[in-house]
């Protein structure tokens, strides 16, 4: 079964910014996308931004949109979050996930999931 790998995440000020890794520790099939969810406290998970293994296609969520970049090193089978400009609404638990590109957006259907990383937003 595919793991995922998480690093980043941690404690920083509002208008901060932080990285997100996720690499996957078998090859990632290029029908695949890559990405990230998130879960605030007492709210629903929600599709952050994912990445498509296949031509590189990224979706945004819209709270997101020009504040958070997805990119894929595909040399190292590695997907970057580079989070920039966060507020306090960003703070959640952060999970990679892979799974097949319209699963992931429309369904938030993720075939392998992460272990989770904090990301909290505070002065």
């Known amino acids: 079964q595919v793991r995922l790998v998480e690093s980043g995440g941690g404690l920083v000020q509002p208008g901060g910014s932080l990285r997100l890794s996720c690499a996957p520790t078998?090859?990632?099939?290029?029908?695949?996308?890559i990405g990230w969810f998130r879960q605030a406290p007492g709210k629903e998970r929600q599709g952050v931004s994912f990445i498509s293994t296949m031509d590189g296609s990224t979706y945004y969520s819209d709270s997101v949109k020009g504040r958070f970049t997805i990119s894929r090193d595909n040399a190292k089978n590695t997907a970057y979050l580079q989070m920039n400009s966060l507020k306090p609404e960003d703070t959640a638990v952060y999970y990679c996930?892979?799974?097949?590109?319209?699963?992931?957006?429309?369904?938030?259907?993720?075939?392998?999931w992460g272990q989770g990383t904090q990301v909290t937003v505070s002065s």
């Open positions: 996930a892979t799974g097949v590109w319209g699963a992931l957006i429309l369904s938030g259907y993720a075939e392998n």
């Open positions: 078998e090859f990632t099939s290029d029908h695949y996308a």
